[in-house]
């Protein structure tokens, strides 16, 4: 056997590896639900950055106007107040007269990420010591805000976050859904089962202010692509931990061009590399299905690389089942499971591409990525 075969072989291992212990933690994950406490119901402030129109926009924001929770607020900021997103937030105001729903139109920029500005703007406006987040483009469920803050009755606990499962429109997102239902989550819960996570997600982050005042507020992360991230580990290197929420939010897939999914997700590899560089190069072991093609070819179809090849993709599909499926009841990979080795064949030429360059494009910006995801304008 060759070097570059027993390498290949061995990425192959360690993949498989990984996929039965991405099922494991996806299974331990689900036997210990987070139990509610119905006596528990702190007040929330929700600030819900806006800019634009996204898919489903109206039902979207709707969806944290009707919660099943008894005092909450909610803070949309805007920058530009000729946005037509403001026209939806007006109507929201008139629908839901109960909820106590404020509209924030400034452009105050404290940083190159133009969503902390918004933040930033929002939370001025805040009247509780809780503090929710979530993208514009989530959808949730009544119950929402009664589970996601069961675990701030820990007062150790400093953010809580949680998983989400991809509503798709049009074959580009489809196939975009299928990727991050059935291969992102599962390194979040290898993380979990390890040694807790120690980030969080634009989907859901749930913060007390005076965690974000011990990090520095939002102007520690302004200049930062992936703030989400930040917002989880600052807190965790603080001291606090950062929970994942056994509630999964429906995330709403804009329809876009191949062309705009591919460099969406080559922003994120970058962003991702340019973060944790020796988290990214470890991505290397999770692309079986690549490594495992690679290694039949270079054992010129022998009985080896077919073996292998068979026990990494049945390892593959079956870690995405689980995890798409019984973890995140994604309806999306329910039904297009079989095209996960496409996906990853993808995955992994969008790896290597987000090895290569430091520029992005991001909501008609062109800024450049620095040391640990920092970013500045591109003149």
């Known amino acids: 056997m060759s070097m570059i075969e027993l390498v290949l072989l061995i990425l192959c291992l360690a993949a498989v590896i990984f996929y039965g212990y991405g099922i494991y933690a996806a299974i331990a994950f689900i036997r210990h639900p987070q139990s509610i406490n119905s006596q528990f119901h702190p007040a929330i402030s929700i600030l819900k950055p806006v800019c634009g129109l996204d898919r489903d926009t109206q039902t979207n924001l ?23 997103v403001i026209a939806v937030v007006e109507k929201l105001i008139l629908q839901f007269p109960q909820v106590d729903v404020q509209l924030v139109v400034s452009d105050r920029i404290i940083g190159a990420n133009l969503k902390v500005s918004n933040l930033a703007n929002a939370v001025v406006a805040a009247k509780h ?35 989400y499962r991809s509503l798709a429109a049009g074959w580009v997102t489809t196939l975009e859904a299928v990727g991050t239902a059935t291969d992102f989550p599962t390194g979040v819960l290898v993380s979990n ?17 005076q965690v974000l005042k011990a990090i520095g507020g939002f102007g520690a992360i302004a200049d930062y692509l992936a703030d989400d991230f930040q917002l989880g580990y600052l807190p965790a290197q603080a001291g606090y931990k950062v929970i994942l929420s056994d509630y999964i939010v429906d995330h709403v897939l804009e329809t876009s061009t191949l062309f705009d999914a591919i460099q969406r997700q080559i922003r994120w590899a970058r962003c991702i590399r340019v973060s944790r560089p020796w988290d990214y190069l470890g991505l290397l ?41 019984k973890i995140l009841h994604d309806p999306v990979a329910k039904k297009f499971w079989w095209v996960i080795p496409v996906r990853d064949l993808i995955s992994f030429v969008i790896w290597c591409l987000g090895w290569m360059g430091s520029t992005i494009q991001w909501r008609g910006q062109q800024l450049r990525l620095g040391r640990g995801g920092k970013m500045t304008t591109v003149v």
């Open 129 to 163: 010591e809780v503090l929710l987040m979530a993208d514009s483009d989530i959808r949730v469920g009544k119950d929402y805000l009664q589970r996601v803050i069961q675990p701030l009755q820990d007062d150790n606990v400093g953010v809580v976050t949680c998983l």
């Open 285 to 325: 072991l999770t692309h079986g299905t690549c490594n495992s093609l690679l290694l039949l070819v270079a054992t010129g179809g022998s009985t080896l690389g077919w073996l292998v090849l068979i026990i990494t993709w049945v390892m593959r599909l079956l870690m995405g089942w689980v995890v798409s499926v």
């Open 193 to 209: 089962q390890n040694s807790g996570i120690k980030f969080a997600f634009g989907s859901t982050i749930v913060i007390r202010q």
């Open 62 to 84: 709707a969806s944290f106007c009707q919660q099943d929770y008894p005092e909450y607020q909610i803070v949309f900021a805007v920058r530009d107040r000729h946005d037509p």
